[in-house]
């Protein structure tokens, strides 16, 4: 069965950085697009970021700039490089293979000083 599960959440300082890390198993990684979410406390679940499974990458309009979706197909992994952190960026992150919406169980990031 599909399976996605986010490591690399804590707590970071405004200005600094966080790596996350999804690993997915249960299917043919390299044939999927992937994505992150994020979902602030009181607030909708919102897109961040999505690797295209033809190379491409798309960002929301609040992250450009300074996160960075990447992924590694021979691991079955996709990685979400975050700078310049903002308190804004708070917020619990999941994975997504968007078709068949399959989800993480999401991992907490929170910036503050």
């Known amino acids: 069965q599909v399976q996605l599960v986010e490591t690399g959440g804590g707590l970071a300082q405004p200005g600094g950085s966080l790596r996350l890390s999804c690993a997915a198993s249960?299917?043919?990684?390299?044939?999927?697009?992937m994505a992150w979410y994020r979902q602030a406390p009181g607030k909708l679940r919102e897109p961040v970021a999505t690797?295209?499974?033809?190379?491409?990458?798309t960002y929301g309009d609040s992250v450009k700039g300074r996160f960075t979706i990447s992924r590694d197909n021979a691991k079955s992994t996709v990685y979400l490089q975050m700078n310049s952190l903002k308190p804004e960026d708070t917020a619990v992150y999941y994975c997504?293979?968007?078709?068949?919406?399959?989800w993480g169980k999401g991992t907490q990031v929170t910036v503050a000083s």
């Open positions: 997504q293979r968007p078709n068949g919406y399959y």
């Open positions: 690797s295209w499974k033809d190379g491409r990458t």
């Open positions: 249960g299917f043919n990684f390299s044939s999927y697009n």
